[in-house]
């Protein structure tokens, strides 16, 4: 009985909040688009809405519904009054209060990282915080808002990799028209998601860290973190490359110029020709 019990309820956590995630959706789609909340413009490429509307789903459900403060302790009144960081019953024969925190506002969260993103990735001081596991998916909601920040003449040059400007994702590709302007996955290669990782400031920095075998085995091997999918790599500087072996697959080799040019587009999400 009680296994099934413990089912049921799980199916019903799970079904509250598959449906909070729709009231979520519709309720956000009402605001002025800002990145995550409201509505793309008509102009958007339709994948990109696709990509969008997946995402949005996908972080509503990764930070959850706001948490409702527990029973009053005293009277066991069931719906306490949330103000800031208490409660207090809602039996006016007892008026009890206890401290509850309550987390921030979805929307709120991941707007928080998207700014952190852009602000890691323009290396600009401050102290920034976005999960790792979240990288792919806060760069495409910045990539597509940049894109609407350049406008739609511009934006749609940039989406095909032509104009005046390109928006360089977060998550950027080492070549940009085959990757960048025809990937829309959001899934990056073993190496840039190692370039990634270890978010070097400069070539030097990066080539320090690949002769660091000890600390990629550590990544490579990693259960909790961050991981790559990297088994070795050997850096030549004598020829001005490295060699590399993603996971399961054969030797590649790439130029320190690509890998200088790499870093140079993670560090500068906008772009001027």
């Not at 509503?60 to 409660?87: I, N």
């Not at 760069?139 to 940039?158: H, T």
């Not at 190496?191 to 490579?220: G, V």
């Not at 993603?246 to 993670?266: A, C, G, V, W």
Request: with cysteine; net charge positive.
């Amino acid at each position: 009985m009680t296994d099934d019990s413990d089912l049921n309820e799980d199916l019903s956590r799970c079904y509250d909040s598959i449906l909070w995630v729709e009231k979520e959706v519709k309720r956000l789609a009402k605001r002025k688009y800002d990145g995550f909340s409201g509505s793309l413009p008509k102009w958007i490429p339709y994948p990109l809405k696709k990509e969008f509307q997946a995402t949005r789903r996908f972080l509503l459900r990764w930070c959850g519904q706001p948490e409702s403060p527990p029973p009053c302790p005293f009277c066991g009144s069931k719906k306490p009054t949330v103000k800031k960081d208490s409660w207090v019953c809602s039996n006016n024969n007892c008026g009890a209060t206890g401290v509850f925190k309550q987390k921030p506002e979805a929307s709120k969260e991941i707007k928080e990282f998207m700014g952190a993103r852009k602000g890691l990735l323009d290396n600009s001081d401050g102290n920034y915080f976005c999960p790792v596991e979240l990288f792919d998916r806060i760069d495409s909601l910045n990539y597509v808002y940049d894109l609407f920040i350049l406008g739609e003449k511009k934006g749609l040059q940039a989406y095909n990799g032509v104009g005046a400007m390109e928006v360089l994702r977060g998550l950027v590709q080492s070549e940009m028209k085959s990757e960048f302007a025809g990937n829309r996955s959001g899934k990056l290669n073993p190496l840039n998601s190692c370039i990634q990782i270890l978010n070097p400031k400069n070539l030097e920095e990066l080539l320090t860290k690949f002769e660091d075998e000890d600390s990629l085995l550590d990544l490579y091997h990693s259960t909790k973190g961050p991981k790559i999918d990297i088994q070795e790599i050997e850096v030549d500087r004598e020829r001005n490359r490295i060699y590399y072996t993603p996971r399961n697959k054969d030797k590649k080799m790439i130029k320190f110029s690509s890998l200088r040019e790499t870093i140079s587009r993670m560090k500068s999400p906008i772009k001027k020709k």
